[in-house]
C-alpha cells in the first residue's frame, strides 16, 4: 500500500470529501495500518461500502455554444481512499491470475507490457 499511496500524483483537487492526494502521502505514516485493515477486512467480507462508490460529477466544456448542455462532457471527480482501495483489488487479482496461471498466454487485454501491438505479431 505504501507504493500505492506514493504513487498518486500530487494534486490540490478532492473529491466529496475534500481530502487531497496531498493530504494522504504526509499523513501516510499514521493512516497506513488502518487503511490496511479497512482494505483487508473488504475484502474478507467482500464489501465495498457504498459510501466509497460517489463521485463528484462536473461538466467540462468541450467546444461551441457555452449556453448549450450539449457542449459539455462529464467527468467524475473520485476520492484519493476509492482509488487506493481500487489500486489494491486490482493489484490483488493480477497477482492472483498470474500465481494460478488463469490468464492464457494469448491474452494481451488488461496486462501490463502486452499491448494489442503484441497480439498483431503474433498474427503474422
Known amino acids: ?3 500505492i499511496i506514493d504513487s498518486l500524483k500530487d494534486r490540490n483537487s478532492s473529491g466529496y470529501d475534500e481530502i487531497t492526494t496531498k493530504i494522504i502521502k504526509i499523513s501516510k505514516p499514521y493512516i497506513i495500518s ?3 485493515n479497512i482494505t483487508n477486512k473488504m475484502l474478507a467480507q467482500s464489501i465495498y461500502p457504498k459510501r466509497l462508490k ?3 460529477i462536473k461538466p467540462i466544456y468541450k467546444s461551441g455554444d457555452k449556453s448549450s448542455p ?3 462532457r462529464p ?3 473520485l476520492p484519493v ?3 487506493i482501495f481500487e489500486k489494491v483489488i486490482c493489484n490483488r487479482l493480477i497477482d492472483h491470475y498470474h500465481s494460478n ?3 492464457n498466454e494469448q491474452q494481451y487485454g488488461s496486462q501490463s507490457e502486452k499491448s494489442t501491438e503484441n497480439a498483431s505479431y503474433v498474427l503474422l
Open 70 to 72: 450539449s457542449n459539455y
Open 75 to 77: 467527468i467524475s471527480i
Open 34 to 36: 488502518p487503511l490496511i
Open 1 to 3: 500500500m505504501h507504493k
Open 81 to 83: 481512499f476509492p482509488k
Open 101 to 103: 496461471v488463469i490468464l
Open 54 to 56: 460517489l463521485s463528484l
